[in-house]
């Protein structure tokens, strides 16, 4: 019998309890990308609603947004657009900063790494509190990107990262969800 995506998914991403700290439940898409069934569905799963339209970039989130963003990217015949802690890219940078739990952080893509009007998917493996993508979409948008769906393999929707996005006219599209933190 042929295992729903949902059951797929969910038994391929492994929980570490209290990582990073006491009381979080981790989810790590690890064990998924390890899986080459449960990654080439999760992959095919975040291209279907966009195969055939003209997506020009698609932008990954440092680090496991590479690894997504960088197949949808293929399959979509796509470019990819890293977007990278503070002081990881070579060239000349455009930054924004953001807020974490205990302070603020910065994230930044190459000046050049999209033209005004192109349009972009975000790609991150988890949308949690929604801080991170909520940046990378105001990068995208202050270099001229048309944002058009941010996509991730999880959503923790106790956090509000979902509708945080969804406020600010954002398409998301999540394939699993767990609840808690």
Do not use: N
Request: charged content about 25%.
């Amino acid at each position: 019998m042929k295992q729903s995506l949902e059951d797929t998914l969910l038994a391929a991403i492994r929980t570490i309890p209290d990582y990073p700290r006491p009381g979080i439940l981790f989810r790590d898409i690890t064990t998924l990308l390890g899986d080459a069934r449960a990654f080439r569905r999760a992959v095919d799963e975040l291209v279907h609603p966009y195969a055939g339209a003209k997506i020009d970039k698609i932008a990954g989130i440092e680090a496991r947004g590479f690894i997504l963003g960088g197949a949808i990217a293929h399959q979509l015949s796509s470019g990819f657009i890293p977007i990278r802690k503070k002081g990881k890219l070579p060239h000349e940078t455009v930054r924004v900063a953001y807020s974490l739990e205990y302070g603020l952080d910065e994230m930044e893509m190459h000046i050049d790494a999209v033209s005004p009007g192109e349009k972009v998917i975000l790609v991150d493996d988890l949308i949690a509190t929604g801080g991170t993508a909520e940046a990378a979409v105001r990068l995208l948008r202050q270099m001229g990107a048309e944002i058009v769906a941010a996509c991730f393999v999880i959503d923790l929707p106790d956090l509000g990262g979902r509708a945080k996005l969804e406020a600010e006219g954002v398409d998301v599209r999540t394939l699993v969800s767990f609840e808690g933190h």
